[in-house]
């Protein structure tokens, strides 16, 4: 996932009340109007939470998790 795609999602969740209970909900649902990778979307779609925030520490920890993959 890029970053632009990381913060699309996430400001996206922060101004829009409608998209964040969805994304909240049903993620693979919210994040079907979004561009991204089937890895990434699969990987956010198993995402489960109850607030923004702890989706957005979840998304940080599987993004830094990736990158780290990449570099090894």
């Excluded at 400001?11 to 919210?30: K, Q, S, Y």
């Excluded at 079907?32 to 920890?61: G, K, P, Y």
Aim: hydrophobic share 50%; aromatic share 6%.
């Amino acid at each position: 996932m890029t970053h632009a795609a990381l913060s699309q999602v996430i400001g996206t969740a922060l101004v829009d009340d409608g998209f964040r209970r969805v994304l909240l909900r049903n993620p693979r649902e919210a994040l079907a109007s979004f561009n991204l990778a089937s890895d990434e979307l699969m990987a956010l779609s198993r995402i489960r939470a109850n607030t923004l925030e702890q989706f957005a520490a979840q998304v940080v920890t599987w993004f830094s998790e990736a990158d780290r993959s990449r570099s090894a």
